[in-house]
């Protein structure tokens, strides 16, 4: 069965320093990853998707993610946060059969530290 | 204007009331989605919809209703509400060829 695990459900950075939140996926086939960013009292923003080829995927607003199969991983970076960072972040998980559905993580809940 | 809209925003209702979250999205999406957002469960797919008058079950359908009469609607109803039904509601639209889903703003239920 699908599933998405986001280890770490609330993380502080400081601002300038960088970022890894850590996403694992289970799938059977080859999986389409999404992150995704809701901040406070929005809705939820695509930062990054990853379909198919370069396992190195660029996003909106500086952000990257590396699609790892080896270890079932997909983790989000960036080099330098801003406060305006803060919010949560969601992994996700789909394709195959189920293409018209996505499975989505608990979310990591990201503060900056002025 | 353009987009994926809710209404409405924030909903206060009684036990055993029943209540009907709407969504509406202007960019002829043949898919739509409704989720719940809960602490701990990241968001958990409700109903989904691929076209107008075809829908389908999420992992947590119970005691929910939905209905796709026309493609840009989407409404959600709770037949009878309950202190567990009390989340934050978000719609979501997408094309038949594309993954990305873009999501409204969401609704706050609460179920007193």
């Known amino acids: 069965a699908q599933s998405v695990t986001q280890p770490d459900i609330h993380i502080t950075v400081s601002e300038g320093a960088s970022l890894e939140l850590r996403c694992n996926y289970s799938?059977?086939?080859?999986?389409?990853l999404f992150w995704y960013v809701q901040s406070p009292g929005q809705g939820l923003q695509l930062l990054l998707k990853y379909f198919s080829g370069d396992t190195l995927v660029q996003g909106i607003k500086g952000f990257e993610a590396e699609f790892k199969r080896s270890q079932s991983s997909f983790n989000l970076r960036k080099p330098s946060v801003h406060w305006s960072d803060a919010a949560e972040y969601f992994c996700?998980?789909?394709?195959?059969?189920?293409?018209?559905?996505?499975?989505f993580g608990s979310g990591t809940r990201l503060s900056i530290r002025p | 204007d353009a987009g994926i809209t809710q209404s409405p925003r924030y909903k206060i209702t009684e036990t055993g009331r029943q209540v009907t979250l709407m969504c509406h999205q202007t960019?002829?999406?043949?898919?739509m989605f409704w989720y719940r957002q809960d602490l701990g469960h990241g968001l958990r797919l409700i109903y989904y919809s691929a076209a107008a008058d075809i829908t389908d079950k999420g992992e947590v359908s119970d005691g929910y209703v939905v209905s796709r009469s026309k493609t840009e609607n989407f409404p959600l109803t709770l037949e009878s509400a309950t202190r567990s039904q009390t989340s934050v509601y978000f719609c979501?639209?997408?094309?038949?060829?594309?993954?990305?889903?873009?999501f409204g703003p969401g609704t706050r239920l609460t179920v007193t």
């Open positions: 996700a998980v789909g394709g195959g059969s189920s293409a018209s559905k996505i499975i």
């Open positions: 799938y059977g086939a080859t999986p389409y």
């Open positions: 979501a639209s997408k094309s038949g060829t594309n993954y990305e889903q873009y």
């Open positions: 960019w002829s999406h043949s898919y």
